[in-house]
């Protein structure tokens, strides 16, 4: 298992260089250059010549690349372009927020949806089974941008119980445990789970039914087992299978939603790039992106692991 | 360990000539999509302790139905269940959910045709043997274990310890079967019941599973019921013989007489088309065409449109039970002349 371990985390070296290249090229690549985003439109091209050089945009892109990564491996993302901020400093407050908010999704949409998904997969073709599937329709065709709107107009608008935007009272960024922060967590967390509830659902209810056809099944029937036993039995045969799905849907989750963040006003990361992109602030994107990207990479080798744990048939040792 | 086995088993007080199993009118239907299915129509069968009794027919004739309805492990939404099942004393038809599951796996138990499908996946095999000894016995866990590492010894598998945390996956299929009669034999059940056992085995293993079931069976004094559709496998371990065709006992009795006599044409058409009742240099009979659609059989005699002896009364009527000799039946009008 440690020797899997450590070969897993190697494996992921490769993976993650291979990600930033891709991140500073893709930047590169779009149109737009950060200089004329800050410089104003008529500036003398010696003032642009001066912050080309002053950025370090004036070197080729593969010393620009090298520099970045290098200065990216010991923790330094650069400066933003447009608030000459520390990007790292922002990114990892944007991401502790982020964490926060999809951790609270997670949960609301992983009980639901393997709940569900239980339930549905266990009584297939009944009632209860097509309330829960056209639950997990609904939550997967829904576009969940808009339900964040519309629960804004229901419970913040109309019925004003909860907070619309910002993680805390006047739009405070200092989190804290109490009522006052929590209440705005609801709303997004909510919404965020919509997607998570619907997808995880599905996939519980399909490897519970599947399981269920199998012979092994009729045979734990046929020693006199519980039908609580035999469902512990289903639970542990389909835990793989929908751990998997939910440790992509938690590196969704994780990556931030540009759009959810960006309705309820919450500073994660999704936000951030948001305004990073409107700003042409390079160097914030990719600082973004990449502490993004290797959270996936990262929650890839966490899943395996995982799976590898519960699934004797998976022998990675 | 065998004779350990044995020394706990109650001396088995049974009334004089009260049968083990006795089974009455049973029928089997399931509800589909597109109307019902009859699985079986009307079996009827007694067993004593000790005895074996096989079921032999081709694949549809309703024999693996008649097996797992013995402990109603037919899934309880989409089945129909008529007739009556005793199993030592009990209607197995009338018990309740909480009933039954005290009597599967301990007054019945059940070998199924692939090991591989039948262990779940992911638990060892000495984790659901224990787990099976736990459920019906109440022993502590470590006792549980021990149990299965003696039941793992006496069905011979090699360095039982090791195998005990051994998965599925990581044995060869006759180990595996070896296993599951184990599992089977775990809580000395009065009846097991065998569904094609030895059908996914290669045919060295295949006997070696045969003759330690048949050992396992006399030592214990289990009745078992034992499904197959070959003959040789048949012959090998039975003492009553019943071959089924369309949901029904078409001709039963003790092995020798059924094989010898032969007395319903389906019989005769089985034996025909076995290696065993062919010798060398000569064609393998078939039987032509298949059997009949379940959910819609022919009036008369469903053997019929298959028979080569057919005549127009076989088409008529419902063929009855006859019985030419006290322990030997068959439905078939030939018999009447």
């Not at chain 1, 519980?204 to 609580?228: C, D, P, W």
């Not at chain 2, 094609?196 to 045969?210: F, G, I, S």
């Amino acid at each position: 298992m440690i020797s899997y371990l450590i070969r897993r985390l190697l494996y992921s070296v490769p993976i993650a260089l291979g990600v930033s290249l891709m991140i500073f090229m893709l930047v590169h690549l779009a149109p737009g250059d950060p200089i004329s985003a800050i410089a104003p439109a008529d500036a003398p091209p010696d003032v642009i010549e001066r912050l080309k050089v002053d950025y370090g945009y004036d070197k080729p892109l593969p010393v620009q690349f090298a520099l970045w990564l290098g200065r990216a491996v010991t923790g330094d993302l650069g400066r933003s372009v447009a608030t000459g901020q520390s990007v790292s400093g922002e990114v990892m407050s944007a991401v502790g927020n982020t964490i926060m908010l999809s951790l609270c999704a997670a949960l609301v949409g992983f009980t639901l949806g393997a709940g569900l998904g239980f339930v549905a997969g266990y009584n297939q073709g009944r009632a209860l089974d097509k309330a829960a599937t056209a639950i997990a329709i609904a939550g997967i065709s829904v576009p969940h941008y808009w339900l964040g709107m519309v629960l804004v107009i229901v419970f913040s608008v109309q019925l004003n119980v909860l907070p619309a935007v910002g993680m805390g009272p006047g739009g405070s960024s200092d989190w804290a445990w109490d009522w006052a922060h929590m209440q705005h967590l609801i709303l997004p967390a909510i919404t965020l789970a919509v997607i998570p509830i619907g997808i995880v659902m599905r996939t519980t209810r399909s490897a519970v039914a599947e399981i269920l056809n199998q012979e092994f099944v009729q045979a734990l029937r046929a020693k006199g087992l519980s039908e609580r036993h035999v469902l512990g039995h289903v639970v542990r045969n389909v835990a793989p299978t929908v751990l998997a799905v939910m440790g992509l849907q938690l590196g969704y989750l994780l990556g931030g939603s540009i759009l959810i963040e960006t309705v309820f006003s919450w500073p994660g990361t999704g936000f951030l790039l948001n305004t990073a992109i409107f700003r042409r602030d390079i160097p914030m994107l990719q600082g973004t992106i990449l502490v993004l990207a290797l959270f996936f990479v990262f929650l890839n080798v966490v899943v395996d692991l995982i799976q590898t744990a519960v699934d004797p048939r998976i022998k990675r040792a | 360990m065998t004779a350990a086995l044995r020394q706990d088993a109650a001396p088995v007080a049974a009334p004089a000539r009260v049968p083990l199993v006795s089974v009455e009118g049973l029928t089997v239907k399931f509800k589909g999509g597109d109307g019902s299915i009859a699985a079986v129509n009307g079996v009827d069968f007694t067993l004593e302790r000790g005895k074996v009794l096989t079921i032999l027919g081709e694949s549809g004739s309703g024999k693996s139905v008649t097996l797992k309805a013995m402990m109603r492990l037919h899934p309880a939404r989409k089945t129909t269940y008529g007739g009556k099942i005793m199993i030592g004393g009990r209607n197995i038809l009338a018990l309740s959910e909480r009933e039954l599951v005290q009597v599967r796996g301990s007054v019945v138990s059940m070998i199924f045709q692939e090991p591989m499908l039948a262990f779940d996946p992911v638990y060892t095999i000495g984790h659901q043997i224990a787990e099976t000894v736990v459920r019906h016995e109440g022993v502590s866990r470590r006792d549980a274990d021990k149990r299965a590492l003696d039941l793992l010894e006496m069905v011979q598998i090699p360095s039982a310890a090791r195998r005990l945390k051994a998965y599925p996956h990581e044995m060869s299929g006759g180990m595996r079967q070896r296993a599951m009669i184990a599992l089977a034999l775990s809580c000395r059940p009065d009846l097991l019941l065998a569904d094609e056992p030895t059908t996914a085995l290669d045919a060295t293993v295949q006997m070696q599973v045969l003759v330690l079931l048949r050992q396992l069976q006399r030592e214990m004094g289990m009745a078992v019921i034992f499904v197959t559709h070959d003959m040789g496998v048949a012959a090998e371990i039975a003492d009553d013989v019943a071959v089924m065709y369309a949901g029904r006992f078409i001709e039963a009795g003790p092995v020798g007489p059924v094989i010898g006599k032969r007395l319903h044409p389906y019989t005769e058409g089985l034996l025909a088309s076995t290696v065993h009742g062919a010798s060398r240099g000569e064609r393998l009979e078939t039987i032509p065409g298949s059997p009949p659609n379940l959910a819609k059989l022919p009036s008369g005699c469903s053997f019929a449109p298959r028979c080569k002896y057919v005549e127009q009364r076989c088409r008529e009527t419902e063929i009855p039970l006859f019985k030419p000799e006290p322990d030997h039946s068959a439905r078939c009008l030939r018999i009447d002349r």
